[in-house]
């Protein structure tokens, strides 16, 4: 990992170099998924079958492009109950949670007998992507469907791939605990576009959300406009704040709970401990040794991790609102005293026995964060994600007498002539 002192010169210029090595997309990338997007827009469903067949080594001809109810109630049977209940009981505190995200509608009458408000509609119809197959993320599925429920979406779009037409019943068991009608079998940049356009078999949708490969991130970002989207998702990212009553041996297994999940992804420690700094070194390198994915860890430290080395802990602090990482763990022993010090972060994680992981299944807190540093100006996933608001203005002629004039003015200041004529014909 790189080590950084906060007390060598040049050290903002090392911390650039390691953020920026997972931020940057290349252009290749960016041409072929715009090559999907467009084979998929003028071909449809022919597109989507021969991308499928090629790119998931599954034929949706041959076997269907839709998994169904029936076949979500038999893989909720065949899944171990305990891991079934604690799909069930995720799904229960992410439901309550997200419950208090709800908007309403409003409306005010103001001093003139102007009537303004605003109303809130949700999305007719929401595109859910979730990763399947050997890499699915059941619990994705549970983060990304429970907002749109509570939102009122009126139909609600899965897709997930089948790579080699492998299906994940753990994935189908928690479709089942959502009730979901349908999940349709495909998957990277073709299955956001053929949500965006739609095809002879897959609904065009308004807004698609959930993570993916880069592909997937691509496609949302070239498609941005013509659907809404959540984010254009990066590689996952922890940064850990710790003091001198941490763990070091817990400090290790968070950060290579972020870095198993890819090479790209980020793990970063900040703080004034040195001595703590040196044995959590130790602690990564024999945590690591037993992990099944330990080369992807030792990819993702080695090329995008850090340990930084600060005066004090307002210097982390500033540091982490700098990084705006998408997870933050305040591993402090007075966490909650910090908190408001903290600006930028997709979700924060308070105390020593407060692990990131727990957030990522039962907390009950949205998972899909903002990466990339975009925790500067975006928001976890929620119920808001679903939802319109449109505003409402409603004049008598009592407020068009008293505000008309000056609206004629303004517009008249902006040479928008037409404007100013549409306010006075109703003052004569």
Same mark, same amino acid.
């Given at each position: 990992?790189?080590?950084?002192?906060?007390?060598?010169?040049?050290?903002?210029?090392?911390?650039?170099?390691?953020?920026?090595?997972?931020?940057?997309?290349?252009?290749?990338?960016?041409?072929?998924?715009?090559?999907?997007?467009?084979?998929?827009?003028?071909?449809?469903?022919?597109?989507?079958?021969?991308?499928?067949?090629?790119?998931?080594?599954?034929?949706?001809?041959?076997?269907?492009?839709?998994?169904?109810?029936?076949?979500?109630?038999?893989?909720?049977?065949?899944?171990?109950?305990?891991?079934?209940?604690?799909?069930?009981?995720?799904?229960?505190?992410?439901?309550?949670?997200?419950?208090?995200?709800?908007?309403?509608?409003?409306?005010?009458?103001?001093?003139?007998?102007?009537?303004?408000?605003?109303?809130?509609?949700?999305? *007719?119809?929401?595109?859910?992507?979730?990763? $399947?197959?050997?890499?699915?993320?059941?619990?994705?599925?549970?983060?990304?469907?429970?907002?749109?429920?509570?939102?009122?979406?009126?139909?609600?779009?899965?897709?997930?791939?089948?790579?080699?037409?492998?299906?994940?019943?753990?994935?189908?068991?928690?479709?089942?605990?959502?009730?979901?009608?349908?999940?349709?079998?495909?998957?990277?940049?073709?299955?956001?576009?053929?949500?965006?356009?739609?095809?002879?078999s897959i609904p065009k949708v308004d807004v698609v959300v959930g993570p993916g490969n880069i592909y997937v991130a691509r496609a949302k970002a070239q498609l941005q406009g013509m659907i809404g989207i959540d984010a254009i998702a990066g590689p996952s990212e922890i940064v850990v704040i710790?003091?001198? $009553?941490?763990?070091?041996?817990?400090?290790?297994?968070?950060?290579?709970?972020?870095?198993?999940?890819?090479?790209?992804?980020?793990?970063?420690?900040?703080?004034?401990?040195?001595?703590?700094?040196?044995?959590?070194?130790?602690?990564?390198?024999?945590?690591?040794?037993?992990?099944?994915?330990?080369?992807?860890?030792?990819?993702?430290?080695?090329?995008?991790?850090?340990?930084?080395?600060?005066?004090?802990?307002?210097?982390?602090?500033?540091?982490? *609102?700098?990084?705006?990482?998408?997870?933050?763990?305040?591993?402090?022993?007075?966490?909650?005293?910090?908190?408001?010090?903290?600006?930028?972060?997709?979700?924060?994680?308070? $105390?020593?026995?407060?692990?990131?992981?727990?957030?990522?299944?039962?907390?009950?807190?949205?998972?899909?964060?903002?990466?990339a540093a975009t925790a500067r100006f975006s928001s976890a996933l929620g119920v808001y994600n679903f939802l319109k608001r449109t505003s409402i203005v409603g004049m008598s002629p009592q407020a068009v007498h008293e505000l008309g004039p000056m609206a004629a003015r303004m517009a008249r200041?902006?040479?928008?002539?037409?404007?100013?004529?549409?306010?006075?014909?109703?003052?004569?």
């Amino acid at each position: 990992m790189e080590q950084i002192s906060t007390r060598t010169p040049g050290w903002e210029k090392r911390l650039d170099m390691v953020l920026s090595r997972s931020r940057s997309v290349s252009a290749d990338i960016d041409r072929t998924v715009s090559e999907i997007i467009t084979r998929v827009r003028t071909q449809g469903d022919r597109a989507m079958a021969a991308l499928t067949r090629k790119l998931d080594r599954f034929d949706p001809d041959k076997e269907g492009f839709c998994i169904d109810p029936d076949m979500m109630a038999h893989a909720a049977g065949r899944i171990e109950p305990e891991l079934y209940e604690a799909l069930a009981v995720a799904a229960e505190r992410i439901r309550a949670f997200h419950s208090h995200q709800r908007e309403e509608s409003w409306t005010i009458t103001d001093a003139t007998g102007s009537i303004l408000g605003q109303k809130v509609t949700p999305v *007719n119809r929401a595109g859910i992507y979730t990763p $399947g197959g050997r890499n699915a993320f059941p619990s994705t599925l549970l983060m990304n469907v429970i907002p749109a429920q509570i939102a009122g979406v009126d139909e609600i779009v899965v897709v997930s791939p089948t790579p080699d037409g492998r299906v994940n019943d753990t994935l189908l068991a928690a479709a089942h605990i959502l009730g979901i009608g349908r999940i349709f079998r495909i998957g990277g940049a073709q299955a956001v576009a053929a949500l965006a356009f739609g095809t002879e078999s897959i609904p065009k949708v308004d807004v698609v959300v959930g993570p993916g490969n880069i592909y997937v991130a691509r496609a949302k970002a070239q498609l941005q406009g013509m659907i809404g989207i959540d984010a254009i998702a990066g590689p996952s990212e922890i940064v850990v704040i710790a003091d001198k $009553g941490a763990s070091p041996s817990w400090i290790a297994c968070d950060l290579l709970s972020q870095a198993e999940h890819d090479p790209m992804a980020s793990a970063m420690l900040i703080t004034p401990e040195e001595t703590l700094a040196a044995a959590v070194l130790d602690h990564l390198e024999r945590e690591q040794a037993s992990l099944p994915r330990r080369e992807i860890t030792a990819r993702s430290l080695a090329d995008h991790g850090a340990i930084i080395i600060t005066r004090d802990l307002d210097e982390a602090i500033a540091i982490a *609102n700098t990084i705006a990482p998408e997870h933050l763990e305040l591993m402090l022993a007075d966490a909650m005293t910090h908190l408001n010090k903290i600006r930028n972060a997709g979700a924060v994680f308070l $105390g020593y026995h407060c692990m990131e992981a727990i957030g990522d299944y039962v907390a009950g807190p949205n998972h899909t964060l903002p990466t990339a540093a975009t925790a500067r100006f975006s928001s976890a996933l929620g119920v808001y994600n679903f939802l319109k608001r449109t505003s409402i203005v409603g004049m008598s002629p009592q407020a068009v007498h008293e505000l008309g004039p000056m609206a004629a003015r303004m517009a008249r200041s902006e040479d928008l002539e037409a404007h100013a004529r549409s306010v006075d014909c109703r003052l004569t």
